[in-house]
């Protein structure tokens, strides 16, 4: 049996009647009892949650799976197995491949996974994932307890606080910074302090910098005119003099420029334009998804959705940038993003490794996963380990050593500097004891 008429994604009129009902499922759980780091969205990511539409934007979901499996996995969410065989079948019309398709069974109410789905953790002591769950601000109780299925079906530590936080209005700059408007405020009993603090224990912030919501738009959410593109540019939307909007995103994209990440570095702000709002709905091109190599973009059929493309072009031209045509979703309060939701990398095996990203000078473009030609290469041992670090070109020829000696157990921090090697590809060889990690790097002039 199929779902009836699909939600919006704004509080229906019957909805409305039982805004008393909100959380009076939830069972509060501690915090981690370590430090955490939050996924942010630009990070490498094993997948995408999408909860299956069966009515009127079918086509959509087809389309968006089509482009997920070709660099992640596509997690669909269905309430039975007779849904998934036909969710498989219309897949396998349309020659969407299945092999990194995988249904998981759990019921829900509304397709709105970004606002009511997992956040995901990485607890720092041994770097395995968690989810975190907020409180979904709608009387919708198989949405908001879906988070709690998901992590008895992963078998990963499942973290739930009562405070209403709804997916849409969450950034992170994986850094330790977190961004929201102010129905964070609007929505909870708490004091912005006991917020920043819950955030803190709960997803591992340092900060939370609040912006007020636009006027008009229905959710207050941060993604309806702002994308974290990577951890230190945001796309800020741009309306034209006259909106009433004009001026308060221009405030906010100034703010944006005021604030330094979670590294100290200030962020570069690139604005976008967003189409005239016109009955009441507010189609916007910061709706989007990044997943690993790509951007999943929202289009509306509007003169603006090639310049949209262009920007996301510019500002990203490591990634394949891909649009879908949202013209009806959008009708219902979403697009893309609001649709969509990550699944973080499980722990992987070996040496506890990362890489984080030195700010790049501005002459420098964003390459893909390895923005920049300076970051560093950190990892954690076990034991008293051989290790060598080094730099091999696409021929497999040593072209540099930075460290090639015994460590001891612990943190270990290498600065990697690629900014005097020619252009082309390379691949960072990471021998520690037995293992071996290859990461593939790319330097332009």
Not at 139 to 157: G, K, Q
Not at 223 to 251: R, S
Not at 307 to 327: G, H, N, V, W
Request: hydrophobic share 35%.
């Amino acid at each position: 049996m199929l779902d009836s008429t699909p939600l919006p994604i704004w509080l229906t009129e019957e909805e409305k009647s039982r805004l008393d009902e909100i959380g009076s499922w939830v069972v509060t759980t501690p915090p981690p009892s370590d430090s955490v780091d939050a996924l942010a969205e630009f990070e490498p990511a094993q997948g995408v949650l999408l909860r299956w539409d069966f009515y009127y934007w079918q086509d959509l979901y087809i389309e968006l799976t089509r482009s997920i499996v070709e660099c992640a996995r596509a997690y669909i969410v269905v309430r039975t197995q007779s849904q998934a065989n036909r969710v498989r079948s219309t897949l396998q019309q349309n020659g969407v491949p299945l092999d990194s398709v995988e249904f998981f069974y759990t019921p829900t109410n509304s397709v709105w996974i970004r606002d009511y789905g997992p956040w995901w953790i990485y607890h720092l002591s041994d770097s395995t994932r968690g989810i975190v769950d907020f409180e979904y601000n709608r009387p919708r109780p198989d949405d908001d307890t879906m988070p709690w299925h998901l992590a008895h079906i992963w078998n990963v530590p499942l973290y739930i606080s009562d405070l209403v936080h709804t997916g849409g209005n969450f950034m992170v700059d994986g850094l330790g910074c977190g961004f929201a408007t102010n129905l964070i405020y609007q929505e909870n009993n708490y004091t912005p302090q006991e917020i920043e603090s819950i955030l803190g224990a709960y997803m591992g912030l340092d900060t939370l910098y609040v912006f007020q919501r636009i006027h008009g738009e229905y959710t207050g959410h941060i993604d309806m005119w702002a994308k974290l593109i990577n951890d230190h540019t945001v796309m800020v939307a741009y309306y034209p003099p006259g909106d009433p909007n004009h001026d308060l995103l221009n405030q906010h994209a100034e703010r944006f420029a005021s604030i330094k990440n979670g590294n100290g570095v200030y962020f570069d702000t690139i604005r976008i334009p967003s189409p005239p709002v016109y009955s009441g709905v507010y189609r916007t091109y910061t709706n989007s998804l990044i997943i690993n190599n790509r951007v999943l973009l929202p289009i509306y059929n509007h003169p603006y959705d090639t310049t949209a493309l262009r920007i996301y072009q510019q500002a990203m031209p490591a990634y394949k940038i891909e649009t879908f045509d949202c013209s009806s979703i959008i009708q219902s309060g979403g697009a893309v993003h609001c649709i969509s939701k990550l699944v973080a990398l499980p722990k992987p095996p070996g040496p506890e490794i990362g890489l984080y990203r030195f700010q790049p000078p501005p002459e420098h473009r964003l390459i893909g996963p390895n923005p920049g030609q300076e970051f560093w290469f950190a990892f954690t041992l076990k034991e008293e380990r051989k290790v060598r670090i080094s730099l091999l070109d696409k021929l497999g020829r040593r072209v540099k050593v930075w460290r090639d000696e015994k460590l001891s157990p612990g943190n270990h921090r290498i600065r990697l500097n690629l900014s005097r090697l020619p252009a082309g590809i390379y691949f960072l060889s990471a021998e520690l004891g037995i293992d071996q990690i290859i990461e593939k790097l790319v330097v332009i002039d």
